[in-house]
């Protein structure tokens, strides 16, 4: 696998942990498994956020992307989120797939998953930074992802994180490629190594997409556009 790098980037704001649902017009969107909401760099989902430290966390995938520790606080409504014995995600360990979903459809976009294929527990924050085809910018983020993007989701050995990159071929400049970069950041907003992968239909098989316009979700727990 070609690694390389690519120049720091501001970090874009957006929450981590939430699931995005597009209809196939995409004219809507939700939030999946309760609202969602950010404070403090923690992650709440379906939770009460009126108490200080008193939040319950939900949402995994086969009970292994999970924060590494949740400690109580005196409430038994929820606890507080940690990323104690935890370092942030470097990018050697992970190993991304990218699936091309509704090719020439509605709602069309690269569904990219991230598996911690390492012996030991990281986090990823915020969206990846992704540079489509050969092209030198780094994708926007998503306008239909809500606000937020400082809390960190702790990946367990074998657990997953998703991000997406939606894909518009609906203006002019249109451009095609069968592969794309994707690199990691830091909660500074820097990005460390890329990596460069190709996309795949659902059988296995490269596959081009077109795009006069994309833009990239933050990582989440579900995966996002799930429709």
């Known amino acids: ?51 200080e430290n008193t939040w319950q966390v939900s949402g995994t995938d086969d009970g292994k992307n ?3 520790s949740v400690s109580r606080s005196g409430s038994a409504a929820g606890g507080t989120v940690t990323s104690a014995g935890a370092v942030p995600c470097a990018g050697d360990e ?19 998953t991230a598996r911690n294929a390492g012996s030991a527990p990281c986090w990823v924050t915020s969206s990846p930074s992704v540079v489509l085809g050969d092209g ?27 991000s997406a990159v939606a ?26 190594r890329a990596v460069e992968q190709d996309a795949r239909d659902g059988e296995g098989a490269p596959s081009e997409f077109t795009w006069s316009g994309a833009d990239v979700t933050n990582w989440n727990t579900a995966r996002p556009y799930d429709f």
């Open 66 to 68: 999970v924060l590494a």
């Open 136 to 162: 030198p910018d780094v994708l926007p983020h998503s306008t239909k992802d809500a606000p937020g993007g400082s809390a960190r989701i702790t990946v367990r050995p074998g657990g997953r994180v998703y």
């Open 94 to 112: 992970m190993a991304y797939s990218v699936l091309h979903r509704f090719p020439d459809q509605p709602g069309e976009h690269l569904l990219i």
């Open 167 to 192: 894909l518009f071929a609906d203006g002019p400049g249109t451009r095609t490629a069968a592969g794309l970069s994707i690199a990691l950041r830091d909660g500074t907003g820097h990005t460390g």
């Open 1 to 51: 696998m070609r690694t390389f790098r690519i120049s720091t980037v501001a970090l874009t704001v957006g929450t981590a942990a939430l699931a995005l649902s597009l209809t196939a017009c995409g004219g809507s969107d939700s939030a999946v498994g309760g609202a969602a909401s950010t404070r403090m760099g923690t992650t709440t989902v379906g939770g009460s956020a009126g108490a």
